[in-house]
């Protein structure tokens, strides 16, 4: 989906926001809503509509309209599969990751994630081309004519690239049970980051969500001190506990801090074209960059920013391969130690980002939240029955903890009434 920022007569688009009072209200959607999660995909504000007669009504990329006076969204029945497909996708790359790395192969990550990004970048291209109907070599014109905020996407890349690394450490040395919730402290860390970072003050709903979170953590993670743990260590189906503890919470702080930068570098960049600014008191100059930015922007949609990532991730990637790798690589082949398994999760975890796209076209980004805390569940009771791991009351305590606080993180209107 594609957001003109600009006003257009009576008919505007506004994003959700909360007022002073803590209520609900609208703004003007500017080009600084929009921000990278933690998998490196764009992340959408929720939309709302101003009507013409001045009454802000919720509504969803599919266009459906709801009620006045409310900024919730309506999901269709697309939506519904998309967010139930986006929750499969989560839960499988996860297990299968795990059962790739709990042998411990002897494959190159790095060559891992360059399968992952090229993917990624040959599905863009593909949308681009089947489904926007556009030149692929368009993808290339829009590179070039955004080159600063190229590469200013380095460091999220860059970090994007650590956080892969890290997976495969971490399911390599924990069950996926345990790497679905250890890693929902990435809330914990995205809002440290914003506080400490950004100086921005965290609502009181967020600070109960992520008290509930840690307890959740917690709960989750004393599942391992009732011996099931060091019977599987026996068994050789688990590696060093602590290690992949220590890279699961690495990833979450370098999916924090991609976050933040990307709010405080890319978002500052681009925060000039937002529908507040008074564009009429900026120089000619200025002006005439303000209106190619915004064409630009109505031009792109997001299947470009993917192309844009996937581009300066290889780059990086391909850089670390040719310094640390290129022994093994000229020695083994690139592709060394790759079976069936670890081919098929390299495309489950890039097609993840063409999903994220498409829930955020159906649905929005508040609802994304219910397909994280369906995976964190699918994948602990898949767990349990493919792999026999052993789950007791206190990580399913744990799991209910953890699904609440993704609620509540991101909710909106909770002071409504249920009935």
């Avoid at 100086?199 to 840690?214: D, E, N, P």
């Avoid at 192309?307 to 391969?321: D, H, K, N, T």
């Avoid at 995976?375 to 009351?393: A, D, E, K, Q, W």
């Amino acid at each position: 989906m594609e957001i003109n920022t600009r006003s257009v007569r009576a008919n505007v688009k506004w994003v959700s926001a909360v007022d002073e009072n803590n209520y609900n209200t609208a703004r003007p959607a500017a080009a600084a809503d929009f921000v990278l999660d933690d998998d490196n995909n764009i992340q959408m504000p929720l939309i709302t509509e101003r009507t013409s007669g001045g009454e802000i009504s919720g509504k969803g990329d599919n266009g459906n309209e709801s009620s006045p006076a409310n900024t919730t969204t309506t999901t269709t029945s697309t939506g519904l599969k998309v967010l139930l497909l986006l929750a499969v996708q989560n839960c499988s790359k996860n297990l299968l990751l795990r059962f790739v790395m709990k042998e411990h192969p002897k494959f190159l990550t790095s060559a891992a994630i360059l399968g992952v990004e090229s993917v990624k970048l040959i599905l863009s291209l593909g949308y681009i081309a089947f489904v926007e109907h556009k030149p692929v070599w368009s993808a290339i014109t829009f590179l070039q004519q955004d080159k600063r905020n190229t590469l200013l996407m380095a460091v999220p890349a860059t970090l994007y690239s650590i956080q892969m690394t890290l997976e495969y450490i971490a399911l390599g040395n924990i069950d996926a049970a345990v790497f679905s919730v250890l890693v929902q402290t990435k809330l914990l860390a995205t809002a440290g980051c914003a506080v400490f970072i950004l100086g921005k003050r965290i609502k009181k709903v967020q600070l109960i969500s992520l008290v509930l979170l840690t307890i959740g953590v917690m709960l989750c993670n004393m599942k391992n001190f009732d011996g099931s743990a060091e019977t599987e260590e026996e068994t050789g189906k688990i590696g060093n506990y602590k290690k992949g503890i220590v890279a699961t919470l690495g990833i979450a702080a370098c999916s924090g801090f991609a976050s933040v930068y990307t709010e405080k570098v890319i978002k500052a960049k681009r925060s000039i074209n937002s529908g507040g600014s008074n564009h009429d008191q900026l120089p000619s100059q200025q002006q005439q960059e303000v209106k190619d930015e915004s064409q630009k922007e109505e031009k792109y949609g997001l299947a470009y920013t993917q192309v844009q990532l996937a581009v300066v991730s290889l780059v990086i990637m391909g850089f670390y391969c040719i310094v640390m790798d290129r022994k093994k690589i000229l020695e083994y082949g690139l592709w060394y130690g790759f079976n069936g398994t670890a081919f098929i999760s390299i495309f489950v975890s890039a097609i993840g980002g063409l999903i994220v796209a498409a829930v955020l076209k159906f649905a929005d980004s508040v609802l994304k939240g219910y397909a994280t805390a369906i995976s964190v569940v699918l994948t602990g009771v898949l767990s349990m029955l493919l792999f026999g791991t052993r789950l007791n009351i206190l990580y399913f305590l744990g799991i209910g903890n953890v699904v609440c606080s993704v609620f509540l993180y991101s909710a909106i209107d909770l002071d409504r009434l249920l009935c």
